[in-house]
């Protein structure tokens, strides 16, 4: 019995050389194992990093083609930052591709890696605009950083005048770069073979003979060579007027008109007509009376040496020294939607517009001031035709208002008074009140604003028998808002100020 139990301790145990030889196999095993691990990690990164360079790239391609621009910026981040700008509100409203310009998620950084790492990396070529991978040098990797998630993306203009909205044609896209070519300078001229004959195989089947028409030798004897046509004239010079046609002082007529440019007296004489009378000789400044035409010419005395010059004209009219008055207005005729609210005080000067109340779970809440537009005239001296002066101040609080109470436009009723020509000049002006979205990164484009939309009047005005207009336009604004000539901004929340101009023109 004890050597059978012998025999099976020694069946069942293990030799040191087993051991050794077991223990050696499982190393060898553990370390192709951890050399396995270790590939697929390296090939899960190369491949992360290249599909984040994909996506990177297309991107750029993207930013660039709708006017985004990345001269001189070398550095990833620098990249990065510039495909999450958004654009500027009044720049979405005309550009026809995504609203919003932003091009990747405002989270994604580039994290940099060292030179010695053994992972693939992203490098930027300034040159071809683009990432490249590489495994070498110092570069970068794509991660997500979730302490941007509330970071707000900076905003930026881009030239992108090829892809909006048209601005100035009928159609819906103004292309920059697009135009028409005009045609061709002189005849269009062809090269052709005056000894083409007819090769076709007649019927017969016999190829007709090719007929060469014999040269003309010409006139025997030599040739005169050809005779240059004779060269006309020179023309006498064109007439210039001292003082040049146009607008003067109504006190400055009849006006002493000289004629200028005169030729030598030996080659021609000066005449000057005045409306429809007859051609005059000039011997001196020429009386010309308000609203008249002044025409001259220079006649020549002989035709073999000269030709006769050009006719000029010009027209002569006044223009008052100066212009007075007061300015009155009132607004009327609102617009607005279904649930439109307003109000017309204080003499028709103060609109006031918008229910700023609103319903939160039944009760009703009070969110500030409605919206409010006035209107203070002033007076108005010693201003000519052609220049700019004041017809009174517009003031704008820029309130709160729901559920579609605003109006979108209103009219102010004009009267100015000319107490030194006896005249009462009145018009209305037709105003958008354009209520914006609200937008806390962009206070510009949150501004609501006041938009004129017919600048031109013509008016019952004649001075002197001459008509007038006058043309609008807005001007200097307080530091709550800012105008763009027709249009006058007004920050949200506050309470701005700016200028209403006129400038009377002859029509």
Do not use: C
Request: hydrophobic content about 35%; charged content about 15%; glycine content about 8%.
């Amino acid at each position: 019995m004890n050597l059978i139990l012998t025999q099976l301790r020694k069946q069942s145990g293990f030799t040191l050389v087993e051991l050794l030889l077991m223990l050696g196999i499982l190393a060898i095993l553990s370390t192709v194992s951890a050399v396995a691990v270790s590939q697929i990690g390296r090939n899960a990164q190369r491949q992360k990093t290249e599909s984040d360079v994909r996506t990177v790239n297309q991107a750029i391609a993207i930013y660039l083609s709708n006017g985004g621009a990345l001269d001189f910026l070398t550095d990833p981040n620098a990249i990065l930052t510039k495909l999450k700008t958004t654009r500027s509100k009044n720049e979405k409203t005309r550009f026809v591709g995504a609203g919003t310009g932003q091009m990747i998620d405002a989270k994604l950084v580039a994290v940099p890696i060292d030179a010695d790492s053994w992972k693939s990396r992203a490098s930027y070529d300034p040159v071809a605009k683009r990432f490249t991978i590489s495994t070498s040098n110092p570069g970068v990797e794509f991660e997500i950083d979730p302490s941007l998630v509330n970071s707000p993306p900076p905003t930026e203009w881009r030239n992108s005048g090829s892809v909006s909205y048209s601005q100035s044609t009928g159609w819906v896209w103004d292309y920059s770069y697009a135009y028409n070519t005009g045609p061709n300078s002189g005849p269009s001229t062809f090269s052709v073979n005056p000894l083409v004959t007819d090769t076709t195989i007649p019927s017969n089947g016999v190829t007709p003979p090719i007929v060469v028409p014999p040269v003309n030798p010409g006139p025997s004897g030599p040739v005169d060579p050809p005779v240059d046509p004779p060269i006309p004239p020179a023309l006498l010079p064109t007439p210039i007027f001292n003082p040049a046609g146009g607008a003067a002082l109504e006190s400055k007529f009849p006006l002493a008109v000289s004629i200028t440019n005169l030729p030598d007296s030996s080659s021609g004489t000066a005449v000057y007509q005045l409306d429809s009378g007859s051609w005059t000789p000039y011997t001196g400044p020429v009386s010309v009376s308000q609203n008249s035409t002044l025409r001259a010419q220079f006649l020549t005395i002989d035709s073999t040496k000269f030709r006769d010059g050009m006719q000029a004209n010009a027209f002569y009219y006044p223009v008052p020294e100066s212009l007075g008055g007061t300015v009155g207005a009132e607004f009327h005729s609102p617009t607005g939607g279904s649930n439109l609210v307003y109000e017309i005080t204080e003499e028709g000067t103060r609109f006031s517009h918008g229910d700023p109340l609103f319903i939160l779970d039944g009760t009703p809440i009070l969110s500030g001031d409605p919206n409010v537009v006035s209107f203070t005239s002033t007076t108005f001296s010693d201003i000519v035709p052609g220049q700019k002066f004041k017809l009174g101040d517009f003031y704008y609080h820029n309130g709160s208002t729901y559920y579609d109470s605003h109006a979108t436009g209103v009219s102010l009723h004009i009267i100015i008074e000319l107490p030194d020509r006896g005249q009462t000049l009145d018009f209305n002006i037709r105003m958008d009140l354009v209520n914006t979205p609200n937008d806390p990164d962009d206070p510009d484009a949150s501004a609501d604003f006041v938009r004129l939309t017919n600048l031109s009047q013509n008016l019952p005005l004649m001075i002197n028998g001459v008509p007038y207009k006058i043309v609008l336009e807005f001007g200097a604004t307080d530091s709550f808002g800012f105008s763009t000539g027709n249009q006058f901004h007004v920050y949200e929340g506050a309470t701005g100020q700016g200028e209403l101009l006129g400038t009377f023109l002859p029509q």
